[in-house]
């Protein structure tokens, strides 16, 4: 079946400084993923879509610059959190569609964040 | 936009016991799913699930499109449904593909 890996599962990273997750679809081309954020004992809030090849598109509240989206292959999106500050520690979790469109969404196993 | 609400919000059951979640949206929507997420936070997918019914084992799901909502049954419950459970819902294709997820209901099966 599909799958989607997310690195790395934790990362602690001191205040200023910036944090890159990678979201990769290994048996199938993601022409879309989606990134969400999920505070403890909350539920998922999408941050933004992309689509590969083109600017990701971002929810309302969300800043883009602060969360930069990057789609530049098929199997390959990344989430980088620059000059993290300790609000934005949060469970992130990206999710892969098909080129198909199909309704299997996959997701990844979320990258647990903490900013000290 | 879309709003999703799941009740109840905590249940606690023994196990071999049924239960029944469910899922209320506010307009009319083309994607239902349900989804699983386990206490190390991996979400997966249970059904897919717009309009009618659908069983997997001892997993169910009902949705009435025409009422806005959906139902999730559990029967048996084994302490591997522990966990919260989403529903999730979107308008179809296209950037319009986007899920909004439900307010969730955390499940924890007891001995």
């Known amino acids: 079946g599909a799958v989607v890996s997310q690195h790395p599962s934790r990362v602690i990273c001191k205040s200023g400084t910036s944090v890159k997750i990678e979201c990769r679809s290994l048996?199938?081309?993601?022409?879309?993923m989606f990134w969400y954020r999920q505070f403890p004992k909350q539920s998922l809030m999408l941050m933004a879509t992309s689509n590969e090849g083109s600017k990701a598109t971002y929810e309302q509240g969300v800043e883009k610059d602060k969360f930069l989206i990057n789609h530049a292959s098929l199997t390959l999106s990344t989430l980088t959190v620059t000059s993290a500050h300790p609000e934005d520690s949060s469970f992130y979790i990206c999710s892969a569609r098909g080129q198909q469109g199909n309704y299997g969404y996959t997701f990844g196993s979320g990258t647990r964040l903490t900013v000290v | 936009g879309i709003q999703v609400e799941q009740s109840p919000p905590d249940l606690i059951l023994q196990e071999g016991a049924n239960s029944t979640l469910r899922c209320n949206f506010s307009?009319?929507?083309?994607?239902l799913q349900w989804f699983h997420q386990n206490p190390w936070g991996q979400l997966i997918n249970l059904f897919y699930i717009p309009s009618g019914t659908k069983q997997n084992g001892r997993l169910s799901a009902t949705t009435v499109a025409t009422e806005r909502y959906s139902l999730l049954y559990i029967s048996s419950s084994q302490t591997t449904d522990s966990g919260v459970y989403f529903c999730a819902v979107g308008l179809g294709g296209g950037t319009a593909s986007k899920l909004t997820f439900g307010t969730g209901t955390r499940l924890q099966v007891t001995l």
């Open positions: 307009d009319s929507v083309n994607n």
């Open positions: 048996d199938f081309q993601a022409t879309t």
